[in-house]
C-alpha cells in the first residue's frame, strides 16, 4: 500500500502532466492559427463565423467572388459570347442601404446569353474595387445584377465596371445627389432623369465588349456559387470627388479575393 506523501507526489506529478499538455496544446493551436494566416486562406475575419450557402449541392466555399484575375493565365476564347440586351433604361429608385448605394430598374429590362434570359435587377457600388487585376485594386467598382425569374434558387449574371480616378463621369452625376445621407432610405427618381446608357452605351447588337469571364459567387450573404461574372475590360473613368463622395455613404464595402481553386478565367 502506498504512502500518504506517495500518493501526495503522484497527484501533484499528474497535475504537472495535464498542465504541460494543455500548454503543448495552446503552442500547437497558436502555429496552426499562424499557418492558416500566412497561407492566406482565412480571408477574412467573418470566415470564422460558419458561412450558409443556399445551393447544397455545391461544395461550399470554393467558387466564391471575388477574385485576382492575373491577365497572363486566362483562357483566351477566339469566340465572344454574344449577349442580346432588350434594356429599358429606366431606373426608379436610388437607395442607400448602409452599407452600398443601389440604384433599382424598372421591370421589363433583360439580358440573353447562350439561350438563358436574365431579368435587370439592381446595381450597386463597391468602394474600393472587389476585384483585383494582376493584383491591383481600383477605387471603385459597379456591380449591374441581373437574375433568372423561373426557379427557387435564382442563376445571376452581373456585369461588373471598374473605375479609376479621372474626368466626372456623367452617369454618377445623374444620382448622387438624390442619394439619401439617411441609411436604409430611397428616393425615388423620374422616368429618364437616370440613363445606364450615358455609362455604358449598351448598343442594340449587346455587344459589351471585352471582358473576362467565369464562375463565382455573390460577395454578399448568402455568397450564392451560381453567378456568372463578366469583368469589363475598359476601365471606365469618375471623379476623385464622385468617388469619395460613394465612400463616404457606403463605407469601405468590398469582400476580401478568394481563391480561385480549380476555375479558369475566359478572356473574351
Ligand atoms: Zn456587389
Redesign the pocket.
Known amino acids: 500500500m502506498a504512502s500518504r506523501g506517495a500518493m501526495q507526489k503522484t497527484s501533484n506529478m499528474n497535475k504537472l502532466l495535464i498542465l504541460l499538455l494543455l500548454l503543448c496544446l495552446q503552442a500547437c493551436a497558436y502555429k496552426t492559427n499562424k499557418a492558416i494566416a500566412e497561407s492566406g486562406n482565412q480571408s477574412d475575419p467573418q470566415s470564422h463565423a460558419p458561412q450558409k450557402y443556399s445551393v447544397p449541392s455545391l461544395d461550399p466555399g470554393l467558387h466564391q467572388s471575388p477574385i485576382n484575375i492575373f491577365t497572363n493565365r486566362t483562357k483566351k476564347e477566339m469566340n465572344h459570347d454574344h449577349f442580346v440586351v432588350h434594356f429599358q433604361d429606366k431606373v426608379t429608385a436610388v437607395e442607400n442601404l448602409g452599407h ?1 448605394i443601389q440604384l433599382d430598374f424598372n421591370a421589363g429590362s433583360t439580358i440573353t446569353i447562350k439561350d438563358k434570359t436574365y431579368t435587370f435587377k439592381q446595381m ?1 457600388f ?1 468602394t474600393p474595387s ?1 476585384h483585383l487585376i494582376d493584383g491591383m485594386t481600383f477605387p471603385m467598382e459597379l ?1 449591374i445584377v441581373s437574375a433568372t425569374e423561373n426557379s427557387v434558387t435564382p442563376d445571376y449574371l452581373v456585369i461588373a465596371v471598374l473605375f479609376k480616378m479621372g474626368e466626372e463621369n456623367q452617369f454618377i452625376n445623374e444620382f448622387i445627389n438624390l442619394t439619401p445621407s439617411l441609411p436604409y432610405s430611397k428616393t425615388f427618381v423620374k422616368d429618364n432623369s437616370i440613363k445606364l446608357n450615358d455609362l455604358l452605351s449598351l448598343s442594340p447588337t449587346g455587344d459589351l465588349g471585352h471582358h473576362y469571364h467565369y464562375t463565382g459567387s455573390l ?2 450573404a448568402p455568397y450564392t456559387e451560381t453567378v456568372d461574372w463578366f469583368v469589363l475590360k475598359k476601365i471606365y473613368q469618375a471623379s476623385p470627388e464622385q468617388i469619395k463622395k460613394i465612400n463616404t455613404i457606403e463605407g469601405n464595402n468590398a469582400r476580401h479575393i478568394e481563391p480561385k481553386n480549380d476555375r479558369l478565367v475566359d478572356d473574351e
Request: charged share 15%; proline share 0%.
Open positions: 452600398t450597386h463597391h472587389e456591380h460577395t454578399t
